[in-house]
């Protein structure tokens, strides 16, 4: 397999981006939200990444292999004053491109750049309980379980899946 290169996302990539999404919704193990409500179009997308980009706080990262997009993370801040200094990171990779250090190398460049922000402090992030190769991934690079919405999605009538919190300071 090619290197992966970790760059700045761009407003052209916003079908790849959404196009990942739909592939990892799809799979119904990662995401909160299930097929049907990924409706977005690919301008509305480009919107989204250009918002971001308006936006002093946040940040999205893509990972490139042969020049395709395979995976992307986005930092998202919070909007109240008292809050300037955290944000929340979701995070995306096409199923055949995990397992290869990517999702790895995407999460470093954004840890880099929070530690380089002159207000960003803590990076958060929340998972499925049952996605215990990412909770593991987290740990190793120092993100800690910070608790746990209890049953907080509901994949059927009986099984239920709990909220787990993370974070890590980097300042």
Do not use: C
């Not at 002093?56 to 919070?78: H, P, Y």
């Not at 190398?105 to 190769?133: C, D, M, Y």
């Not at 379980?145 to 993370?166: A, H, I, P, T």
């Amino acid at each position: 397999m090619s290197k992966a290169i970790i760059r700045t996302a761009r407003i052209e990539d916003a079908e790849a981006v959404l196009d990942i999404q739909r592939e990892v919704v799809t799979e119904k193990d990662y995401f909160i939200a299930v097929a049907e409500e990924i409706n977005k179009t690919t301008e509305e997308h480009q919107e989204w990444i250009r918002k971001i980009f308006d936006h002093e706080r946040e940040t999205m990262l893509v990972a490139e292999v042969d020049n395709k997009v395979v995976g992307w993370i986005v930092f998202r801040s919070q909007e109240r004053k008292r809050m300037h200094h955290t944000g929340s990171f979701a995070i995306m990779l096409q199923k055949n491109y995990r397992n290869q250090g990517i999702g790895k190398l995407l999460i470093h460049e954004l840890l880099s750049w929070a530690e380089q922000h002159p207000v960003i402090e803590k990076v958060s992030l929340g998972t499925f309980s049952t996605n215990t190769r990412a909770i593991e991934l987290y740990k190793k690079l120092g993100f800690v379980e910070e608790g746990r919405k209890v049953r907080e999605f509901k994949f059927s009538d009986n099984e239920y899946v709990d909220d787990v919190l993370m974070y890590k300071l980097v300042k």
